[in-house]
């Protein structure tokens, strides 16, 4: 797997993700809204972004909307603080026989 880092337009430090990176720019610059950040790999080549569509066909509309609903469903469920666990603590009692 690759390791993408992005770069400072500014003052060329490198950073590993977007949020060091607007930090370093607010810290340190004073153009923190002109930061243009370029995510590069170990090479030094750019990373491709995939385009999005424009729009999604009718016959997979229905579908989409059922999966990305269960989808968020699945993310909310996960911060729920009452939520059981997915795993479990199983005591063993050894018993001794007289």
């Avoid at 990176?21 to 810290?27: V, Y």
């Avoid at 999005?52 to 996960?78: C, F, H």
Wanted: include cysteine.
């Amino acid at each position: 797997m690759s390791v993408y880092t992005v770069d400072c337009s500014s003052c060329k430090k490198v950073f590993k993700t977007l949020y060091s990176l607007t930090k370093h720019a607010r810290e340190r610059h004073e153009n923190e809204n002109e930061l243009l950040p370029v995510f590069k790999d170990q090479e030094g080549k750019m990373a491709s972004v995939p385009k999005p569509r424009d729009r999604l066909p009718p016959q997979m509309l229905q579908g989409y909307k059922i999966w990305i609903a269960g989808l968020v469903e699945r993310i909310n469920s996960t911060f729920h603080p009452r939520l059981p666990g997915k795993y479990f603590t199983y005591c063993n009692y050894l018993v001794h026989e007289n």
